[in-house]
């Protein structure tokens, strides 16, 4: 049991991380981040699993790039301004055709855990990345079993139905978008963590 409530609170991490990597252009002080040591620790760790290391060791390169550049904020501001120009693509209306039984999935995880961020549509990119990382933390802390199996398979259904059709496609788009490299890079290794993730709760999480 403890080994799950670990491995889930470091998959809720994974996909909170990956929300404010996405959800808005990055400030100053997430920058700083980006140089120190905590995060190439974070990516070190990523790296030790063979399905996210060429991922990773890309995303790495691309941040350190950006970094590099003259006043990098503003050059990765830019960047994100491609993803969201229209068709936006951080709204999965454009990436996949949701089914309703598909939306009214999202807006009841919508309703019944609430979202941190301030647009609640439940087509966007991030909420469903967010709500896979507290699904994941409400099961790590979970009372009961029949509780946490509920979260489980809420996940499953939300990864199977909804993410797994347009994570692949929002790489590809990104990838198209992003000639500089750093957000496509970033939606190449989210796309690696989700299928090592997918295979998790397919296969594993009980």
Known sequence: MQAFRVTSQRRAE????FTALFA????????????GYDMHRF???????????????????????????????????????TLTTSPALLNTLHLSEATQ????????????HGTCLADDDPLHVCNQLEMMGT?????????????????????RELANTLLIDWLPVFSVRCRERDT?????????????VF????????????
């Open 180 to 192: 500089n490299g750093f957000y496509a890079a970033a939606a190449q290794l989210l796309l690696a």
């Open 14 to 17: 994974l996909y909170h991380w």
């Open 101 to 112: 039984d598909n939306l009214l999935l999202m807006s009841m995880l919508l309703t019944q």
């Open 135 to 155: 699904l994941a933390m409400a099961s790590a802390s979970a009372g009961d079993d029949t509780q946490r199996a509920l979260l489980i398979d809420q996940q």
């Open 24 to 35: 808005a252009p990055l400030s100053e002080d997430d920058l700083n981040e980006f140089g």
């Open 195 to 206: 299928m090592m993730d997918l295979h998790y709760l397919n296969n594993v999480a009980e």
């Open 43 to 81: 990516l070190d760790s990523l790296a030790t699993l063979d399905p996210l290391t060429e991922s990773t060791e890309a995303f790495r390169r691309e941040a350190e790039k950006a970094l590099q550049q003259p006043a990098p904020q503003q050059h990765l501001a830019h960047d994100y301004q």
